[in-house]
């Protein structure tokens, strides 16, 4: 079901409607907070955050299909949030997005290194254009950025990585 | 290596599966908190103008309030000498075209204008109240200079009905195109002026103007007031006064 139609269900008072659209959500939302916390535990809060927060302000989202977008942004505030909180615990940072059988794939661990020597505002628009599939106008938004700015660093950013690997 | 295998290997990076508790206990906690929240009202156009009155219509409303005194005043102590009344009513109407303009813009004036328009409200209808307000304070001030004049329609449409709507045109477009109030009131007040003393001196010879030419001018004035209002409820030119246009 559409976004449109599952905030049609929720307004009239259906909130298996809610389930859905969070359940839709959650892998990809956690993905990225995986790639933008130091542990999963952290990355599981965040994501939790953030459609808690997303719950929180339903009602002042007006649904124009920019819900994605939104999302995101709740996201990007949550996983920055828990970063800080990590940082400040004594804990050593370990590192979410080293999945087991991660190293296996040469390509996929040298990919993963060369993100990692890259600037964190490049890597963060490869991750969500390639990674997360958004499209331009959705990072645009995210970022606040103008569309044609956000593709001219993403072409930047991927040839940056291209020269690393 | 090639821009494309990069993309199909960014694309195929593994996506860790979520907890499943996890998620449970998310869904658990968000249904609770949707429950728990406290549903916005949603407000209607006429409610939320209506509410937006009573910040509005007071002091609007005592200033014509005053105004309404003295155009009683002045027109009572006018009616004995006759040939004063045109100027007086022309001066009434005048000044009720000023009352609005110190309380019109006040957020722009206090550097509160982005706090306006960030607040969930809709610019709009609050200019829309703000000047409804205003509109009806001027209405019963026009109307008692129009009564208390004493004359027919054409002395009515001449002395009251003009300097009116060209106060109100030229105190807007000074008020959208000077960029203060102060300047606005300024050259309002000097059309005033004008007008009465015009109005003083040759009252005779005014109301030998044709009364075609007297409605194209009246009619001239409010389209000039439509566009000014037209474009203070849009908001235009407000990106640029706060500065995210160039």
Redesign the interface.
């Given at each position: 079901m559409r976004d449109g139609e599952l905030f049609e269900l929720l307004e009239a008072g259906d909130i298996s409607a809610l389930d859905e659209l969070i359940g839709a959500y959650y892998p990809e939302i956690l993905r990225y907070c995986l790639r933008h916390t130091p542990t999963r535990e952290c990355a599981e809060d965040a994501a939790q955050e953030t459609f808690l927060n997303c719950v929180r302000h339903i009602e002042a989202y007006v649904h124009r299909g920019h819900f994605r977008a939104w999302l995101y942004k709740i996201a990007a505030n949550a996983c920055a949030d828990q970063f800080r909180r990590a940082k400040d615990s004594a804990e050593p940072p370990e590192r979410a997005a080293d999945e087991p059988g991660y190293e296996r794939a040469e390509l996929k661990a040298d990919l993963e290194r060369a993100l990692a020597k890259l600037p964190a505002e490049q890597r963060e628009l490869l991750l969500l254009r390639y990674a997360h599939e958004l499209t331009l106008r959705e990072i645009a938004e995210i970022r606040r950025e103008p569309m044609r700015t956000v593709q001219s660093r993403l072409r930047a950013a991927l040839k940056a990585l291209r020269k690393l690997m | 290596?090639?821009?494309v295998d990069?993309?199909s290997?960014?694309?195929?990076?593994?996506?860790?599966?979520?907890?499943a508790g996890?998620?449970r206990?998310?869904?658990r906690?968000?249904?609770a908190?949707?429950?728990a929240?406290r549903?916005?009202r949603r407000v209607g156009a006429w409610e939320l103008m209506r509410r937006q009155l009573r910040f509005t219509i007071l002091p609007v409303w005592a200033l014509q309030g005053a105004l309404l005194l003295f155009i009683c005043l002045a027109l009572g102590a006018a009616r004995p000498a006759e040939e004063l009344i045109p100027a007086s009513a022309s001066l009434a109407a005048e000044l009720a075209a000023l009352t609005a303009l110190p309380f019109h813009s006040r957020a722009r004036r206090y550097g509160m204008e982005e706090v306006e328009a960030a607040a969930?409200l809709s610019r709009a209808k609050l200019t829309l109240a703000r000047l409804g307000a205003a509109a009806v304070g001027d209405a019963v001030c026009v109307a008692a200079a129009a009564l208390l004049s004493g004359g027919g329609w054409y002395v009515t449409l001449v002395f009251v009905a003009t300097p009116f709507l060209l106060t109100t045109a030229v105190s807007l477009a000074a008020l959208s195109r000077a960029g203060g109030v102060y300047s606005a009131i300024c050259l309002g007040a000097l059309m005033a002026l004008g007008y009465y003393a015009a109005a003083a001196s040759w009252s005779f010879d005014m109301l030998r103007i044709s009364p075609l030419l007297a409605a194209g001018i009246c009619l001239a004035a409010i389209a000039a007031i439509a566009v000014e209002m037209y474009a203070e409820i849009r908001g235009n030119g407000m990106e640029k006064r706060l500065g995210y246009e160039y």
């Amino acid at each position: 079901m559409r976004d449109g139609e599952l905030f049609e269900l929720l307004e009239a008072g259906d909130i298996s409607a809610l389930d859905e659209l969070i359940g839709a959500y959650y892998p990809e939302i956690l993905r990225y907070c995986l790639r933008h916390t130091p542990t999963r535990e952290c990355a599981e809060d965040a994501a939790q955050e953030t459609f808690l927060n997303c719950v929180r302000h339903i009602e002042a989202y007006v649904h124009r299909g920019h819900f994605r977008a939104w999302l995101y942004k709740i996201a990007a505030n949550a996983c920055a949030d828990q970063f800080r909180r990590a940082k400040d615990s004594a804990e050593p940072p370990e590192r979410a997005a080293d999945e087991p059988g991660y190293e296996r794939a040469e390509l996929k661990a040298d990919l993963e290194r060369a993100l990692a020597k890259l600037p964190a505002e490049q890597r963060e628009l490869l991750l969500l254009r390639y990674a997360h599939e958004l499209t331009l106008r959705e990072i645009a938004e995210i970022r606040r950025e103008p569309m044609r700015t956000v593709q001219s660093r993403l072409r930047a950013a991927l040839k940056a990585l291209r020269k690393l690997m | 290596m090639k821009s494309v295998d990069i993309i199909s290997t960014l694309r195929s990076l593994p996506a860790p599966e979520p907890d499943a508790g996890r998620m449970r206990r998310t869904l658990r906690l968000c249904r609770a908190e949707y429950r728990a929240r406290r549903p916005l009202r949603r407000v209607g156009a006429w409610e939320l103008m209506r509410r937006q009155l009573r910040f509005t219509i007071l002091p609007v409303w005592a200033l014509q309030g005053a105004l309404l005194l003295f155009i009683c005043l002045a027109l009572g102590a006018a009616r004995p000498a006759e040939e004063l009344i045109p100027a007086s009513a022309s001066l009434a109407a005048e000044l009720a075209a000023l009352t609005a303009l110190p309380f019109h813009s006040r957020a722009r004036r206090y550097g509160m204008e982005e706090v306006e328009a960030a607040a969930r409200l809709s610019r709009a209808k609050l200019t829309l109240a703000r000047l409804g307000a205003a509109a009806v304070g001027d209405a019963v001030c026009v109307a008692a200079a129009a009564l208390l004049s004493g004359g027919g329609w054409y002395v009515t449409l001449v002395f009251v009905a003009t300097p009116f709507l060209l106060t109100t045109a030229v105190s807007l477009a000074a008020l959208s195109r000077a960029g203060g109030v102060y300047s606005a009131i300024c050259l309002g007040a000097l059309m005033a002026l004008g007008y009465y003393a015009a109005a003083a001196s040759w009252s005779f010879d005014m109301l030998r103007i044709s009364p075609l030419l007297a409605a194209g001018i009246c009619l001239a004035a409010i389209a000039a007031i439509a566009v000014e209002m037209y474009a203070e409820i849009r908001g235009n030119g407000m990106e640029k006064r706060l500065g995210y246009e160039y």
